[in-house]
């Protein structure tokens, strides 16, 4: 059994019940085999076997015994995809990274949508799983939106001038 300790943003808690609550719900889970939670600092950790209890079904159960976790969503743009079994590659290794909660990779728009756990895992990490996986992440220095699809189209066209050469040469 690999065990794993994430850490965690709590919101919803207003007392010592509360954080006994969520501590309950989640020990409660298969393969959880410890979770404390502080009402004080509205943090929590759990300690869990990745093997037999996803990070997503934590979240849930947090979320079902009436508290949230802090989670965010960002869209990544992947270029060098050429098929599904791409997507499904680079899906892996983002969903294989600590602190990812869910992760959807589409070839057809070259893109990730990642919801994970800022407290445990950057942006970098994510950028790093990609590469590690052996595709170019759209690294976005600025989080305004009409850069990121600045960005996304500077990177397919440069997917395009690659390919135009391959296929040339």
Do not use: W
Request: with cysteine; hydrophobic share 35%; proline share 2%.
């Amino acid at each position: 059994m690999t065990s794993q300790t994430i850490h965690l943003d709590i919101t919803g808690m207003s007392c010592a019940n509360c954080s006994a609550t969520i501590q309950d719900t989640l020990e409660s889970l298969e393969g959880v085999s410890g979770a404390d939670a502080n009402f004080a600092t509205d943090e929590g950790s759990v300690t869990y076997d990745p093997e037999t209890v996803s990070l997503h079904e934590i979240y849930d159960a947090i979320d079902e015994a009436g508290y949230g976790a802090v989670s965010e969503t960002v869209t990544i743009a992947i270029s060098d995809m050429t098929c599904a079994n791409c997507a499904e590659t680079n899906e892996t290794a983002l969903e294989s990274t600590l602190g990812v909660i869910t992760a959807e990779v589409n070839y057809a728009t070259d893109e990730a949508q990642v919801t994970y756990n800022p407290a445990e895992v950057s942006l970098d990490a994510l950028y790093d799983a990609i590469e590690d996986a052996g595709y170019s992440p759209v690294r976005e220095a600025d989080t305004n939106e009409n850069s990121g699809q600045d960005a996304r189209d500077a990177a397919r066209q440069a997917e395009i001038r690659k390919q135009l050469r391959l296929t040339l040469f």
